[in-house]
Each structure stands twice: as structure tokens, then as C-alpha cells.
């Protein structure tokens, strides 16, 4: 009773206040969502308006339930762990389908890409997924379309943030894209009411997901004023990885880009790039090498046919963080590969 109350009164508060920090600075304040809206929303707004988000919350949450759409608040369990760590992050998270139990890594870029932007943005995507991560992006035009087809055809997860409602669905000619996704065990995802407006000043807000529920993200193309940009320098304050694609000598769309790797960002030109540097950063080298012979629980838990995370986390019993480290290792090792269906397999 009291989550499902903590769900309403965030909700009725997501409709009437724009900002997720000032929200958060009255329930922190007062104690709770229910708190924070009879007082800080009682100075605020009329007792009418108020009575008006609540109702207008009651009928977010039965239309949510009658399309099968997920209304999570902070303390639900099923809220991203790395968006937790966010200071600007949602009151309320509206999920369509299934967020992955993987970790996830973000392309964005330019919505007017180029062919070589495109088939890089799908060659990373593919690699990446096959690697055992799920792809976020925002299911715009151009680079973003591109990583979010790839992870699909590759058996891969991916999950796409929405500048919209989730019953309204931006750009249209996206809808068939955003069901592939959701019937590929993926997911869509706003902290935007279910019939909110693709409205400009809504896909900044977006990008700040993308950039909080990532590892880091990986800028494919940008141009000078990108929208791509603002996500990365989101995934930079966030203190999350940002990888940058080099690109051909004077092309516009790699203007951003060049900017970005000024500031810091590292250089990839290849997917393993990816893989070393989060190695690296997850100090897996303070694992003992296994010996080619030796006997490695995480191994010795993969049937010959492949397994995915969930069944290798059942019988070693190993943290989720503990086992992506020792994931990671061993796939750098070659001991283990990733195949389509996010199963892992011994290479020998």
C-alpha cells in the first residue's frame, strides 16, 4: 500500500513540476512524495490543481495497466541501478516492455548521418550486443535508428528513451522500430506522461537518461550544435565513459566529435576499444588468470550449447558486478564468446 501511494503522489508530482531536482528537494525535505505535494505544491498550486494531477495520476496509472506499460518510481526494485546515481534523475519512469539485466552502453548521433556514420553506428551496435551489453539510444533519425536495428538483428537488447509519451510514439515512421524492440525483450521508455507531445525541450531532458542509464556513451557523429553533444557532456558530468569515432579530414559531422575528444573523451576505432577500456576501469586484472586447465566456477557453469548471464548467475552465485568483471575477462582472454541470444559459450 504505501509503494503504490509513493507511485501516485510521484506521478501526480512528475505532472505539475518540470524539474526532477526541485521535486526531489521537497520529498528529501518533507519526507515524502504524498509530504512534498500537500506542502511544497500546496504554496504553490491551488488545492483544485492539485486535486486535478491526483485524478489525472489515478488515470495515468489504470491506462498505463490496460497497455501493459510499467509506471516505476525510485524505490522500485525494477528502477535502473545507474540512474539511481544521477542527481536530475526521473521522479517516474514509464517502461514498455523489459529492461535489460545487462550492462548497457549508449550510441547516439547525428539524425542527418551519412552512409559511413550509419554502418558504423550498426557495426558497433552488432559487436556490442553480441558481446553480451544492451544498446540505449533515443530512436531518433540516423545514428540512433541505425544502433537500435542492429542490436535487433543481432538477438541483442536494446532499450529506446523517448522525448514523448509512450503513446505517442516520435517520429512516427518509428512505431514498427519501437515494437521490434519491445517483442526482442527490449524496451521503450519516457519519464513523460503516456500522452505527452514530442515538444522540443522534452529531448534534452531525454538525453540525460541516455547518458544516466549508460556505462557511457559513444558519439558516432556530431556536428557543432548535436544534440548528441548534450548527451555526452551529461555522461561527462555524470562521471560515466565517453568514447568518440574519428572522422574524415573537414567533415561537418565530425566537428563535435573533434570537440568532444578535445575534452577528454577517448578515441575508438574499433568495438574491443569498448571492451579493454571498461576492463581496464573495472580492474579485472586483479582477478586470478584462470590456467588453461584450471577448474573456473564461471566456466564450469556454461553448458556447451551457451548460457545466458541469469543461468550463470544461478549456479555461481556471483554478484551481478563481481560476474561482469569475470565476464569481461575471460571473453578477453578467449575463453568464452558471445553468441546471438545473449548466451555465452567456452570457445573450446
Not at 490496460?66 to 517502461?95: G, Q
Request: glycine residues 8%; contains cysteine.
Amino acid at each position: 500500500m504505501k509503494n503504490s501511494s509513493e507511485l501516485l503522489y510521484s506521478i501526480a508530482l512528475n505532472l505539475l513540476e518540470n524539474s526532477p531536482l526541485q521535486i526531489r528537494k521537497y520529498i528529501d525535505a518533507f519526507g515524502s512524495p504524498k509530504s512534498a505535494l500537500n506542502n511544497y505544491c500546496g504554496g504553490k498550486f491551488s488545492k483544485v490543481e492539485i486535486e486535478s494531477a491526483l485524478n489525472r495520476a489515478k488515470a495515468e496509472l489504470e491506462s498505463a495497466h490496460s497497455k501493459d506499460i510499467a509506471i516505476l518510481c525510485e524505490s522500485s526494485p525494477s528502477y535502473p541501478k545507474l540512474l539511481r546515481e544521477i542527481p536530475d534523475r526521473p521522479i517516474v519512469l514509464y517502461v514498455k516492455g523489459k529492461l535489460p539485466d545487462a550492462p548497457s552502453i549508449a550510441i547516439v548521433g547525428s539524425r542527418k548521418a551519412d552512409a559511413y556514420c550509419m554502418s558504423t553506428s550498426e557495426k558497433i551496435s552488432k559487436e556490442l550486443s553480441e558481446a553480451g551489453f544492451a544498446i540505449i539510444s533515443g530512436l531518433a533519425y540516423g545514428v540512433d535508428a541505425a544502433a537500435h536495428k542492429s542490436s535487433v538483428a543481432s538477438k541483442g537488447k536494446t532499450v529506446a528513451v523517448l522525448g514523448s509519451g509512450l503513446c505517442d510514439i516520435y517520429p512516427r515512421e518509428h512505431q514498427l522500430l519501437a515494437k521490434k524492440i519491445i517483442e526482442s525483450d527490449g524496451a521503450i521508455v519516457s519519464e513523460f506522461a503516456l500522452l505527452a507531445g514530442p515538444e522540443r525541450q522534452n529531448f534534452p531532458k531525454r538525453n540525460r537518461i541516455i547518458a544516466g542509464i549508460s556505462l557511457g556513451v559513444i558519439v558516432v557523429a556530431a556536428a557543432k550544435r548535436s544534440g548528441a553533444l548534450i548527451t555526452a557532456r551529461l555522461a561527462m558530468e555524470y562521471n560515466r565513459n565517453v568514447w568518440a569515432v574519428p572522422h574524415r579530414f573537414g567533415d561537418e559531422l565530425g566537428e563535435g566529435v573533434i570537440g568532444l575528444m578535445r575534452d577528454g573523451a577517448t578515441v575508438i576505432s574499433k568495438s574491443s576499444d569498448i571492451l579493454e577500456d571498461l576492463a581496464l576501469q573495472m580492474d579485472i586484472s586483479s582477478f586470478k588468470k584462470t590456467a588453461p586447465n584450471s577448474k573456473d566456477e564461471v566456466l564450469t557453469s556454461i553448458n556447451a550449447d551457451g548460457s545466458t548471464l541469469d543461468e550463470i548467475a544461478l549456479k555461481t552465485g556471483l554478484e551481478r558486478k563481481i560476474l561482469y568483471q569475470r565476464i569481461l575477462q575471460l571473453e578477453l582472454e578467449g575463453k568464452i564468446i558471445s553468441i546471438p541470444g545473449g548466451l555465452y559459450r567456452l570457445t573450446c
